[in-house]
């Protein structure tokens, strides 16, 4: 139990565009879910939290235009990379937390590798 | 400062060695101490949790926490080549559930058969 997962595994696109990555809690709700960002070599930085049917909130120094994130239901969050740069390029992960779950329960996606050309 | 500290290695041992990875923190605050691992190009899976100071074991895994250093310790024992992984500790003042999670680095462990 406890599966979440993340579409795609890897995505390439051109400097402009704009990419989602899909986060889905397969067995399990999630009231919460978090977005976070991994750069080579460095830790997980978390970017945002969003909680199923209000906004996220934002880690300062993340723009909140640039990454947005939608949590339309408790087994799906989206995160938006908007008009792609190279320097977006990193792993993103998501993991969610089940509701009623333990306090540090959180289950984490397999990542979406972003490559921005 | 960074709140908390991690030595990437990365860190290599004979099968069958004791590994011990290690990290430290600079939030008094934080309550909850955890250990994940991460396979090349996946997400981190959670092995050991602590809450505030003591001793954790599970199989061949320990979990240390002492607070009044501010040191976080994993124990492997007789490790295997499938422990080959990144191993990432983590911090919290509130728990994993709210997300509010300080990662290390990670140190990159390689058991050699």
């Known amino acids: 139990g406890a599966v979440v997962s993340q579409h795609p595994s890897r995505v390439i696109c051109k400097s402009g565009t704009s990419v989602k990555i899909e986060c889905r809690s397969l067995?399990?709700?999630?009231?919460?879910m978090f977005w976070y960002r991994q750069f080579p070599k460095q830790s997980l930085m978390l970017m945002a939290t969003?909680?199923?049917?209000?906004?996220?909130?934002?880690e300062q120094g993340v723009e909140k235009d640039k990454f947005l994130i939608n949590h339309a239901s408790l087994t799906l969050s989206t995160l938006t990379v908007t008009s792609a740069h190279p320097e977006d390029s990193s792993f993103y992960i998501c993991?969610?937390?089940?509701?009623?779950?333990?306090?540090?329960?959180?289950?984490f996606g397999p990542g979406t590798r972003l490559l921005v050309l | 400062q960074k709140e908390v500290e991690q030595d990437p290695g990365p860190l290599s041992v004979p099968e069958g060695a004791i590994v011990s990875l290690n990290c430290t923190y600079s939030?008094?605050?934080?309550?909850?101490f955890m250990w994940y691992r991460q396979y090349s190009r996946k997400g981190p899976e959670l092995l050991m949790y602590t809450y505030s100071s003591g001793n954790k074991e599970d199989g061949r895994f320990t979990a240390q926490v002492d607070k009044s250093s501010k040191y976080i310790s994993l124990f492997i024992r007789d490790s295997q080549p499938s422990d080959s992984a990144t191993y990432l500790c983590a911090s919290s003042n509130y728990g994993g559930s709210q997300g509010n999670l300080i990662f290390g680095k990670g140190t990159k462990l390689s058991v050699k058969p």
């Open positions: 969003s909680n199923e049917g209000s906004k996220a909130t934002y």
């Open positions: 993991s969610a937390s089940p509701w009623g779950g333990r306090q540090e329960t959180q289950y």
């Open positions: 067995d399990f709700q999630a009231t919460t």
């Open positions: 939030n008094s605050a934080f309550q909850y």
